[in-house]
């Protein structure tokens, strides 16, 4: 689960700079002094050529489609910061302004469709878990399992709380409650672990089916 958080983190770092250099696009691009612009546009010109450098770096996990599309934006970028220069018309700006808007956008929405598979693959496969076991009558599986599902339901109470969630604060509260159900039902179970009620634990594995096909079709 760090790694979803780190990816959040990282993907918001990236989008900030990329509005960070736009907003100072948009300033120099109304301005008369000419070592605004060219400051705005040398920063941007430096962002677009470390994100190509990066990009023919082995270790992108980029598909192919994306890094030729980033490539040939970088170029495009270039291009036109060094042969126009201070010299761009507004219209110029905008379009580098645009760009950067773009990615900025691409790269939260792409980090939530990820996030989103990962999360609904993780409730999958606690529900699967959690149904094996209990066909398998292990009560020390059945225990390992319902705890790995707490933990989840746990992390995704947390995300959910958080300051820096944009989800509407009706999903956000339907997702607190349902971590709130799955944090009592999994208690109930324990006390009892020996003659558990079979309708709770299908309503936990539904829980868990029914929000992982939410976050599948979400992402899709």
Not at 85 to 91: E, L, P, Q
Not at 111 to 138: P, Q
């Amino acid at each position: 689960m760090k790694n979803s958080v780190d990816q959040i983190k990282q993907a918001e770092v990236e989008a900030e700079i990329f509005l960070k250099y736009a907003m100072a696009l948009s300033k120099a691009s109304t301005s008369n002094d000419d070592t605004q612009k060219l400051l705005a546009l040398d920063n941007n010109l430096k962002l677009w050529v470390e994100i190509e450098t990066s990009l023919k770096d082995a270790k992108s996990l980029l598909s192919q489609e994306i890094k030729d599309n980033l490539l040939q934006l970088s170029k495009f970028v270039e291009r036109m910061t060094l042969s126009k220069g201070v010299k761009m018309s507004k219209t110029d700006f905008d379009c580098l302004i645009n760009i950067n808007m773009q990615i900025s956008e691409g790269l939260l929405e792409a980090v939530k469709n990820s996030l989103a598979r990962e999360e609904a693959f993780s409730l999958l496969k606690c529900a699967i878990d959690i149904s094996t076991a209990r066909e398998n009558n292990d009560a020390k599986e059945l225990v390992s399992a319902l705890d790995n599902n707490l933990k989840l339901w746990v992390y995704i109470k947390t995300l959910a709380g958080s300051e820096g969630n944009k989800l509407p604060q009706e999903t956000k509260s339907n997702l607190i409650k349902l971590a709130d159900y799955v944090s009592a039902k999994t208690i109930e179970v324990g006390q009892n672990i020996d003659n558990v009620n079979p309708k709770t634990i299908d309503s936990m594995i539904m829980t868990n089916l029914q929000i992982s096909e939410g976050l599948m079709t979400r992402s899709a």
